[in-house]
T-cell receptor
C-alpha cells in the first residue's frame, strides 16, 4: 500500500524566500509529525498533529515556521523568509493512533543558498 | 534530564560479535516503546516494538525494564549490514512519541 509521501524531494531556494513542504500521510492515520534533521545530527521535533486536537507546536524554532493539516489528512509545513540555517532534511511521519509506531516519508532536502 | 537518552557511541564491533544498547526514559507513565534504525541519508525505519515481556526477532532482542526506566536492544551475530544509527522511541505519557538522539553502530569486517 501507499506509504507517507513527501514533496518535493529536493528544494533549493534563495535566502529570504518562502517555501512550502507537503506531506501526505498514510490513509486513516490520525497522528502526523514533522521533524528536521541536519547532516550527522539527530531528529529535531517540530510539530505534532493528533486527530482534531490542537497541534503541539512546541518544537517550532521560530515564528517563521508554521504548519497546518487540512481535513485531518495532508499537511503543509511553511517556512517564511528562509535562512541558511534552515537547510536540512525535513521528515514527515504518521501513525495510526496514539502510541502506534511512526511511518516516515522519504523527506524533503531543503537547501537555502 | 532529557526525556529519552541514548549513548551516542560510536560503537565499533567486529562482525559476528554481540552488541547491546540501552536507552533510558524519564516519564514513568510511558507506555509505548520502539527501536528504529536509520541508515545514512535515509529516513528512520521501524526495527521492532518493545513489549513488557520482551521480544525477539531473529538476531534482535528488545527488553523493557520499567523499574529502572530503560529499554535495551541486543544484536547477536552482528552483520556488516547492521551498521546504522539505532534510535529508541518512547511515548511521552499520553502524548507524542519522543526520539532519542541515536546510537551509531559500525560493524567491522
Amino acid at each position: 500500500g501507499a506509504g507517507v509521501s513527501q514533496s518535493p524531494s529536493n528544494k533549493v531556494t534563495e535566502k529570504g524566500k518562502d517555501v512550502e513542504l507537503r506531506c501526505d500521510p498514510i490513509s486513516g492515520h490520525t497522528a502526523l509529525y514533522w521533524y528536521r534533521q541536519s547532516l550527522g545530527q539527530g531528529l529535531e521535533f517540530l510539530i505534532y498533529f493528533q486527530g482534531n486536537s490542537a497541534p503541539d507546536k512546541s518544537g517550532l524554532p521560530s515564528d517563521r515556521f508554521s504548519a497546518e493539516r487540512t481535513g485531518g489528512s495532508v499537511s503543509t509545513l511553511t517556512i517564511q523568509r528562509t535562512q541558511q540555517e534552515d537547510s536540512a532534511v525535513y521528515l514527515c511521519a504518521s501513525s495510526l493512533n496514539l502510541g502506534s509506531p511512526l511511518h516516515f516519508g522519504n523527506g524533503t532536502r531543503l537547501t537555502v543558498t | 534530564r532529557k526525556e529519552v537518552e541514548q549513548d551516542p557511541g560510536p560503537f565499533n564491533v567486529p562482525e559476528g560479535a554481540t552488541v547491546a544498547f540501552n536507552c533510558t526514559y524519564s516519564n514513568s507513565a510511558s507506555q509505548s516503546f520502539f527501536w528504529y534504525r536509520q541508515d545514512c541519508r535515509k529516513e528512520p525505519k521501524l526495527l521492532m516494538s518493545v513489549y513488557s515481556s520482551g521480544n525477539e526477532d531473529g538476531r534482535f532482542t528488545a527488553q523493557l525494564n520499567r523499574a529502572s526506566q530503560y529499554i535495551s536492544l541486543l544484536i547477536r551475530d552482528s552483520k556488516l549490514s547492521d551498521s546504522a544509527t539505532y534510535l529508541c522511541v518512547v511515548n511521552k505519557g499520553a502524548q507524542k512519541l519522543v526520539f532519542g538522539q541515536g546510537t551509531r553502530l559500525t560493524i567491522n569486517p
